[in-house]
């Protein structure tokens, strides 16, 4: 199996790499288009702030790519936050994949919301074989419930903790730093 994870510098890079070493599938980095296109999976990462990952996404000419891909594909955080049509973080136009607004959590709760929470209400092949338990977040924007929603947290509101659309889904949540819950979510994809 080909794995890519979307090399474009606004990601989290080498804890996803060592999440798929751990499972045995060696994960390769680029930015290039067509090596990307010919990956059986694809990983979309991201850390740091929406409006200039996505400026960096545009340098690396990837922006028009990734909403055409047919394979499965994994938008992590940031990355699942950018396949959503609009962010609040520095107003920013995203890949439209997701047919959400990202929103800032409200100053009624801790800003950004750091550490474990609860997944709920799971409907995504992403869970096979999983309960109801806790992952690990680390954000201050979040998507709305949506009809592309197939998991949800509460933080101050319920959101979505995951999104699906096709053959693309994305996570609010870290999978790779989730422990066992999070290896087996990311075991799940790889399976798709």
């Known amino acids: 199996m080909k794995l890519v994870i979307i090399d474009y510098g606004a990601g989290n890079i080498q804890s996803i790499r060592f999440a798929f070493k751990r499972l045995g599938v060696k994960a390769e980095l680029s930015s290039n288009a067509v090596t990307i296109k010919q990956a059986d999976k694809v990983i979309f990462p991201g850390v740091g702030e929406a409006s200039s990952a996505m400026a960096k996404l545009k340098e690396s000419k990837l922006e028009n790519v990734i909403p055409k891909l047919q394979q499965p594909v994994l938008g992590i955080c940031l990355g699942m936050q950018l396949m959503c049509n609009y962010s609040e973080e520095g ?47 680390v954000h201050s ?16 509101i319920e959101y979505s903790a995951a999104l ?5 889904y994305g996570t609010q949540f870290h999978p790779e730093k989730s422990g066992n819950y999070g290896a087996s979510i990311l075991q799940n994809f790889l399976e798709l």
Not at 113 to 125: F, M, R
Not at 149 to 155: H, K, L
């Open 91 to 137: 107003n920013t136009k995203g890949l439209g994949i997701f047919d959400t607004h990202v929103k800032r959590f409200s100053d009624t709760v801790k800003v950004p919301q750091i550490g474990w929470n609860k997944i709920e209400h799971l409907k995504s092949p992403l869970f096979n074989n999983l309960k109801e338990d806790y992952i690990y977040m």
């Open 141 to 156: 924007y979040y998507a709305p419930k949506c009809e592309d929603s197939v998991a949800t947290c509460t933080y101050g």
């Open 164 to 168: 699906r659309k096709g053959n693309f």
